[in-house]
């Protein structure tokens, strides 16, 4: 019998997990591990850093497990779990290269318009090549939709900090964006 088929619901699937059961733990890192590893790859640029991420993650998920009450996105709940473990990661490796505070940038890049074919693959490899700062505050900020206050005191920096890391991370993308 598959996995898939045991669990007829997530809250089945959470349910048994909150009661310890292997199986189900199974099923929850099948299911979401891929996406998930996305995620802590786009934070760490390296497959091991973000596979070791990974699994600290799921392990405070079924550490945490039951601290999840049914109530709203159990895949969301798994994804702020990862998104703090990477960071968390990141800042003990103390990984934040060129910190600048904001009111030392002498310009904010106008937004440009590109008229090209760019494919959300192109733009994640452009992303990925970011400084580690600059790619955890845009991530962070970008598509995450943290505040640069929630960054600031996530990673332990400044709101300065955080907005002047977005702030390159803009300017290097546009630079590359212009290349292609």
């Known amino acids: 019998m598959k996995l898939l088929s045991l669990f007829q619901s997530e809250e089945a699937l959470v349910k048994a997990c909150q009661n310890g059961d292997p199986k189900a733990q199974r099923r ?17 640029h390296d ?10 993650g799921f392990m405070r998920v079924f550490d945490k497990i039951n601290s999840f009450k049914l109530e709203g996105s159990f895949e969301g709940w798994i ?23 904001y009111d030392n940038i002498l310009y904010e890049p106008e937004p440009e318009q590109f ?16 400084p580690t700062g600059y790619r955890t505050v845009f991530n962070l900020y970008a ?13 332990g920096i400044t709101e300065s900090t955080s ?3 977005l702030s390159r991370a803009r300017v290097y993308l546009q630079e590359q964006l212009v290349k292609l």
Do not use: W
């Open 28 to 44: 929850v890192y099948e299911k979401y591990s891929p996406k998930m590893m996305g995620i802590c790859f786009r934070y760490l």
């Open 47 to 56: 497959d091991f850093e973000a596979e070791e991420v990974l699994i600290e």
């Open 79 to 101: 994804r702020r779990i990862m998104v703090n473990e990477a960071l968390m990661y990141i800042r003990s490796k103390k990984k934040f290269e060129h910190e600048t505070s």
């Open 115 to 130: 008229a090209t074919d760019l494919e959300t693959e192109d733009l994640l490899k452009i992303i990925e090549k970011l």
């Open 143 to 155: 598509i995450e939709g943290y505040s640069h206050a929630e960054i600031a005191q996530s990673l």
């Open 163 to 165: 907005k002047s890391q």
